[in-house]
């Protein structure tokens, strides 16, 4: 099993930065691939950025250029680095991370992200 816990959210003006950090625990050797998603009021969850082992990133078209995903040395911590915040970032954001061996997903709690003047 593998649990995830979030922090860094809050509330941000426009133009803004946030600096969002998950750490996993449990068996975090069977990770292959970090990331965040995020759920805006009265929407789906929808993938944010992604980062594999090798390092690998992917991030949804709306947040290229202003997000930035990255991960500790020991795979357990990702943090995802939010510059540039507009209004239609307020969402709750999810660490989230994959166990493909085990064909396992797992999800943190959530922490609020709030864009507002």
């Known amino acids: 099993q593998v649990q995830l816990g979030e922090s860094g959210g809050g509330l941000v003006q426009p133009g803004g930065s946030l600096r969002l950090s998950c750490t996993a625990s449990?068996?975090?050797?069977?990770?292959?691939?970090l990331g965040w998603y995020r759920q805006p009021p009265q929407g789906e969850r929808e993938l944010v950025a992604t980062?594999?082992?090798?390092?690998?990133?992917t991030y949804a078209d709306s947040v290229k250029g202003r997000f930035t995903v990255s991960k500790n040395k020991a795979g357990n911590m990702v943090y995802l680095q939010m510059n540039n915040l507009t209004p239609e970032d307020t969402a709750v954001y999810y660490c989230?991370?994959?166990?493909?061996?085990?064909?396992?997903?797992?999800w943190g709690q959530g922490t609020q992200v709030t864009v507002s003047s």
């Open positions: 989230h991370a994959r166990a493909p061996r085990i064909d396992r997903t797992y």
């Open positions: 449990g068996s975090t050797g069977l990770i292959s691939i």
């Open positions: 980062i594999s082992i090798a390092k690998t990133t």
